[in-house]
């Protein structure tokens, strides 16, 4: 089992940045693939990012944060990040760091989760 605790959310204007964090417990990260998903008021859940264990492999689920979100880990840190550039009032949401034993990342679906950290973007 992993606990994940997110972290860097805030309120920034339209065209800034933020860096998510996602600090996961235990030895067994790098066992894990890692995934960001995002949940805006009034909508699903949404699958935004994955990433395979060791790092080598990136999957984009959401075509309008390619090139602009950058998903990234540090097994000796046990932890992923999620950088943000050119972030838009659309992307306002709470984002969920997951944790998954899945081999798929196109299909990929949390088996952990983290409490999640909200981004607010201003227009």
């Known amino acids: 089992q992993v606990q994940l605790v997110e972290s860097g959310g805030g309120l920034v204007q339209a065209g800034g940045s933020l860096r998510l964090s996602c600090a996961a417990s235990g030895r067994t990260f790098s066992s894990y693939a890692m995934g960001w998903f995002r949940q805006a008021p009034g909508k699903e859940r949404e699958f935004v990012v994955a990433i395979s264990r060791t790092g080598g492999v990136t999957y984009y689920a959401n075509s309008s944060v390619k090139g602009r979100f950058t998903i990234s880990r540090d097994n000796a840190k046990n932890t992923v990040y999620l950088q943000m550039n050119s972030l838009k009032p659309e992307d306002t949401a709470v984002y969920y760091c997951?944790?998954?034993?899945?081999?798929?990342?196109?299909?990929?679906?949390?088996?952990?989760w983290g409490q999640g950290t909200q981004v607010t973007v201003s227009s």
């Open positions: 997951a944790a998954s034993q899945s081999y798929s990342l196109s299909r990929y679906s949390g088996d952990y």
